[in-house]
Nanobody, 123 residues
Framework: QVRPVESGGGLVQAGDSLRLSCAAS????????MGWFRQAPGKEREFVAA????????NYADSVKGRFTISRNNARNTVYLQMNSLKPEDTAVYYC????????????????WGQGTQVTVSS
């Protein structure tokens, strides 16, 4: 298992960019796919993006395609989420977690979760 710690969130204006980081402890980080999910107030946690263990495969929710980019650096045990052209509807707590299948968008397929990082986009 990998134990993730998310960072990089903040308060930005619509159209701005942010880069989130997820530093994961555990010697097997490079063996796992990694996923980013988000949860807005009063809503269920939803899939954002995932990446395979070697970075060769990426998967995105339709709502973020063309705006967000997931990447990873296995030497640093870190996965990133570059978020461009942010919209108010991107406001949420963003979480990362390890999984097996980078094509999965199910929260049940990723664990354990970090504490999350808040992203707030003002209009």
């Amino acid at each position: 298992q990998v134990r993730p710690v998310e960072s990089g969130g903040g308060l930005v204006q619509a159209g701005d960019s942010l880069r989130l980081s997820c530093a994961a402890s555990g010697r097997t980080f490079s063996s796992y796919a990694m996923g980013w999910f988000r949860q807005a107030p009063g809503k269920e946690r939803e899939f954002v993006a995932a990446i395979s263990w070697n970075g060769a495969t990426t998967n995105y929710a339709d709502s973020v395609k063309g705006r967000f980019t997931i990447s990873r650096n296995n030497a640093r045990n870190t996965v990133y989420l570059q978020m461009n052209s942010l919209k108010p509807e991107d406001t949420a707590v963003y979480y990362c977690a390890g999984g097996i299948n980078p094509y999965s968008d199910r929260t049940d397929d990723f664990a354990p979760w970090g504490q999350g990082t808040q992203v707030t986009v003002s209009s």
